[in-house]
């Protein structure tokens, strides 16, 4: 997916799913932490509280763990069921 900030899809939403696809590729490895919210807010040009519910989305369906709150890890990709 690529993203789009004028798509009909909530940028949020967009967000997670490039993550989500970047840590079932691989890109993302598990147990490494993923790009901190102020990363994700950066490189997509959104706001702080879009990045934040990005990660929460990813952090509720399990696709990432709460190691710390500035750096979730990225979870297993079976255990993500990726």
Known sequence: MEYGP???VPRYRQ????LRERIGAGE???D?????????QQKFGV???TARKAV???????SVSPCSALAPT?????RANL
Do not use: D, F, K, V
């Not at 932490?33 to 102020?38: F, G, K, Q, T, V």
């Not at 929460?56 to 399990?62: H, I, T």
């Not at 990225?74 to 079976?78: C, H, I, L, V």
């Open 6 to 8: 004028l798509a009909p």
């Open 15 to 18: 967000m997670t799913a490039i």
């Open 28 to 30: 993302l490895e598990a």
């Open 32 to 40: 490494r932490s993923i790009p901190s919210e102020a990363r994700i």
């Open 47 to 49: 706001a702080r509280e």
């Open 56 to 62: 929460a989305l990813l952090r509720e369906e399990g």
């Open 74 to 78: 990225s979870a297993n990709a079976e």
